[in-house]
């Protein structure tokens, strides 16, 4: 195997941590996604990581709540799914480091975007929690943020589908999946990919995310080695 990125940005939904479940951690899971990912640093990748935090809490999901302080209950819940996906990579060999953009230093470095780098040039996979430490953003435009700040080749974005399709295929058995797209079509179309604002960031920096499924967790080896499964994004 060959890689065919230096520096990749992994964006990891919480929900694909639970397993099963669909709610809380499914440790066999989290620890084989952690194999995946040691594998990429053994063919020379570097790894920084996002993770959201939707197996524990969702900003959105009490209306009755502020949104800020449900935000913030959300930034807390990726820092649980941070924790234990290091604890994952520790066990499978790699060396770790967390950051968090909220200071929480007994138990994760704060964010410093130098230091991040440094750790990725130095082989370590680095994990960012706490999204972008502000309420109202998704972890998806952490990630597009972070990839951007650490100059990430690609974004990777692991969920619990195979790509992008033109409808639900859930509930639509005659659903298309599209093999490419551009960010300005994922606009236009309303397509529920990634958060807007990540998308807009993603085609102005032209920074491109590769959509695909982590039902298998090797399909991150298979991205990394250029396989050409999922759906690419990208404006060129």
Same mark, same amino acid.
């Given at each position: 195997?060959?890689?065919?990125?230096?520096?990749?940005?992994?964006?990891?939904?919480?929900?694909?941590?639970?397993?099963?479940? #669909?709610?809380?951690?499914?440790?066999?899971?989290?620890?084989?996604?952690?194999?995946? %990912?040691?594998t990429?640093?053994?063919? $020379?990748?570097?790894?920084?990581?996002?993770?959201?935090? #939707?197996?524990?809490?969702?900003?959105r999901?009490?209306?009755?709540?502020?949104?800020?302080?449900?935000?913030?209950? $959300?930034?807390?819940a990726?820092?649980?799914?941070?924790?234990?996906?290091?604890?994952g990579?520790?066990?499978? $060999?790699?060396?770790?480091?967390?950051?968090?953009?909220? #200071?929480?230093?007994?138990?994760?470095?704060?964010?410093?975007?130098?230091?991040?780098?440094?750790?990725?040039?130095? #082989?370590? %996979? %680095?994990?960012?929690?706490?999204?972008?430490?502000?309420?109202?953003?998704?972890?998806?435009?952490?990630?597009?943020?972070?990839?951007?700040?650490?100059?990430?080749?690609?974004?990777l974005?692991?969920?619990?589908?195979?790509?992008?399709?033109?409808?639900?295929?859930?509930?639509?058995?005659?659903?298309?999946?599209y093999?490419?797209?551009?960010?300005?079509?994922?606009?236009?179309?309303?397509?529920?990919?990634?958060d807007?604002?990540?998308?807009?960031?993603?085609?102005d920096l032209?920074?491109?995310?590769?959509?695909?499924?982590?039902?298998?967790?090797?399909?991150?080896?298979?991205?990394?080695? $250029?396989?050409?499964?999922?759906?690419?994004?990208?404006?060129?």
């Amino acid at each position: 195997m060959q890689a065919v990125y230096k520096r990749i940005l992994l964006k990891l939904s919480g929900e694909a941590l639970a397993g099963a479940a #669909g709610f809380g951690l499914d440790f066999d899971v989290v620890y084989n996604i952690a194999r995946c %990912v040691q594998t990429c640093t053994e063919l $020379g990748v570097e790894v920084g990581i996002v993770v959201g935090g #939707g197996n524990f809490w969702r900003g959105r999901q009490s209306r009755r709540m502020d949104r800020t302080r449900a935000d913030h209950m $959300g930034m807390v819940a990726t820092v649980i799914n941070a924790l234990a996906l290091a604890d994952g990579l520790e066990q499978n $060999g790699a060396t770790v480091r967390v950051q968090t953009a909220i #200071g929480m230093q007994n138990i994760a470095e704060p964010y410093i975007r130098a230091r991040a780098v440094r750790h990725l040039e130095k #082989g370590r %996979v %680095v994990i960012f929690g706490c999204g972008t430490g502000n309420p109202f953003f998704s972890t998806d435009t952490a990630a597009s943020l972070r990839a951007a700040e650490i100059d990430a080749e690609v974004i990777l974005m692991a969920k619990t589908v195979d790509g992008v399709y033109d409808k639900d295929p859930s509930i639509h058995p005659d659903a298309s999946k599209y093999t490419r797209l551009s960010f300005s079509e994922v606009l236009r179309l309303h397509l529920d990919v990634m958060d807007m604002t990540a998308a807009s960031m993603c085609r102005d920096l032209q920074l491109p995310v590769r959509i695909f499924s982590l039902e298998d967790p090797e399909n991150i080896v298979r991205v990394v080695c $250029g396989d050409n499964i999922g759906t690419l994004l990208s404006e060129s």
